[in-house]
């Protein structure tokens, strides 16, 4: 009995020495390779932390230096954070920060270059349609109209239409092309939600041009509420 189980234990234990001889080096690679990617992908998570920690610290830093009103700190501070997080979500608000900052010192040409690296570098769409919404009015500042509005014809996303053509309206009315500035006007106006603060803004400036939408919409819904006479 003893020896029949030992015959069967031998021939099991061959069958296990044939079969790793036959496919032990390609489960080995197997292995190596999903423990491999689970590791990297492990480092990955933990290198995306550590460089969200520290990308939040240095724009805590830019907060501050732009309070101060330090204009080659700031620059000193962005640079920094352009070079190590460029593609962190805080890189494109810090650029924010430090182009309102350094619009507000009067540096212009810094002021353009900080936002056409907004709108130009930031992964996000959303970052990079308000880097070019807040360049075309800088450069509309500077009566730069034609470059203001190819910045605003350059890419800006969908659910930043509306504020898209009352920035283009602007332009136009700066340019003295009322009629233009009135179809830009009209079209944020209807962009906008009911509620939104800022149509009411869109609103004044189609009043100031002679235009009332609220009245043209009322006097078509009479109109259209008026009963056809019968013949």
Do not use: C
Request: charged content about 30%.
């Amino acid at each position: 009995m003893a020896n029949h189980l030992d015959l069967e234990e031998q021939e099991q234990l061959d069958e296990i020495k044939h079969f790793w001889k036959q496919y032990g080096n390609a489960i080995t690679w197997v292995l190596i390779v999903v423990l491999g990617a689970y590791a990297a992908w492990n480092g990955y998570q933990y290198w995306q932390r550590s460089q969200a920690a520290q990308a939040a610290a240095l724009f805590d830093e830019i907060e501050k230096v732009s309070r101060e009103g330090d204009a080659d700190k700031l620059a000193r501070a962005f640079s920094e954070m352009k070079d190590r997080f460029a593609s962190t979500a805080y890189a494109q608000q810090a650029g924010l920060l430090v182009a309102k900052s350094l619009y507000e010192s009067g540096k212009l040409d810094q002021t353009k270059a900080t936002l056409t690296w907004v709108a130009e570098k930031s992964a996000d769409a959303g970052y990079a349609s308000v880097g070019r919404l807040r360049l075309a009015g800088v450069l509309m500042d500077a009566k730069a109209y034609d470059e203001a509005l190819k910045v605003l014809d350059s890419g800006v996303a969908e659910e930043f239409a509306a504020l898209q053509a009352d920035r283009r309206g602007d332009i136009l009315l700066a340019q003295g092309k009322k009629p233009e500035a009135k179809a830009q006007y009209l079209k944020a106006f209807k962009a906008f939600d009911d509620r939104t603060d800022y149509r009411r803004l869109v609103l004044v400036k189609l009043n100031s041009l002679g235009v009332d939408p609220l009245e043209e919409a009322a006097s078509k819904a009479t109109d259209g509420g008026k009963s056809v006479p019968s013949k």
